[in-house]
């Protein structure tokens, strides 16, 4: 089983409402990553979670806030976003932190469409 | 930072035909992956590959790792409608750390 849920998959909210993401994944995985993606571009990397500290913020903006309650569960809480936020928000999973030497494939979920007007 | 290139940016054959596309850097990698994503769905991963000189395959699609470990290439053969989508290729360096991912392959067919 390869599979990385997300909920929910459409979401719409305003500049000042709070709101999360949640990831979920049953495979024992040891790292889970959370990216942003625009239309028609690559993933780009936002928080990585290893061991369920994060290990990688790249420069992420405060309104974005990471959280691992436990090593299946990710969340991702918004507040005060802003309209250039609107995106397409992954979340991935590997069986080793990316620093590991050993294989280390991502499985992706199937995203959050998040529109923020 | 190491940059992934990735060609062609767009594509567009008749249903039947091979399809070929790859990525290029100039740092060595010691991991490939290819990934393709359906509109508003999140990137499937198809092959994955490990060591230099290697060659995957998986159904229609096969997958090669350079020997330089600098490149990668992704062969689709006998394209059917259901193979549109983006292609990513994505690499990992041997310092470890995040994916970098290439710009994407976008692929239409033509039935």
């Known amino acids: 089983d390869t599979e990385v849920t997300q909920t929910p998959k459409h979401l719409v909210m305003g500049m000042t409402n709070k709101k999360s993401l949640k990831c979920e994944q049953h495979?024992?995985?040891?790292?889970m990553y959370w990216y942003k993606q625009k239309a028609k571009k690559p993933p780009e990397l936002m928080f990585v979670?290893?061991?369920?500290?994060?290990?990688i913020n790249e420069s992420v903006p405060s309104r974005f806030s990471p959280e691992c309650p436990n090593s299946s569960l990710l969340n991702l809480h918004l507040h005060a976003l802003q309209p250039e936020d609107s995106a397409l928000y992954l979340c991935?999973?590997?069986?080793?932190?990316?620093?590991?030497?050993?294989?280390?494939?991502?499985?992706f979920g199937p995203g959050t469409r998040l529109t923020v007007l | 930072g190491q940059q992934l290139n990735q060609s062609p940016q767009s594509m567009f054959i008749q249903e039947g035909e091979d399809v070929s596309m790859n990525c290029t850097s100039s740092s060595i990698f010691n991991t490939w992956l290819w990934y393709k994503q359906d509109p508003g769905e999140g990137p499937v991963l198809l092959i994955a590959l490990y060591k230099a000189g290697e060659l995957t395959s998986n159904g229609r699609l096969t997958a090669q790792f350079g020997i330089t470990r600098k490149d990668s290439f992704l062969n689709i053969s006998a394209s059917i409608p259901s193979d549109v989508g983006i292609y990513f290729c994505a690499g990992q360096t041997p310092q470890g750390g995040k994916l970098i991912f290439g710009q994407g392959t976008e692929l239409s067919v033509k039935p």
């Open positions: 495979m024992g995985h040891r790292a």
């Open positions: 979670y290893s061991y369920e500290k994060l290990s």
């Open positions: 991935a999973s590997s069986r080793e932190p990316p620093l590991s030497p050993t294989y280390n494939e991502q499985f």
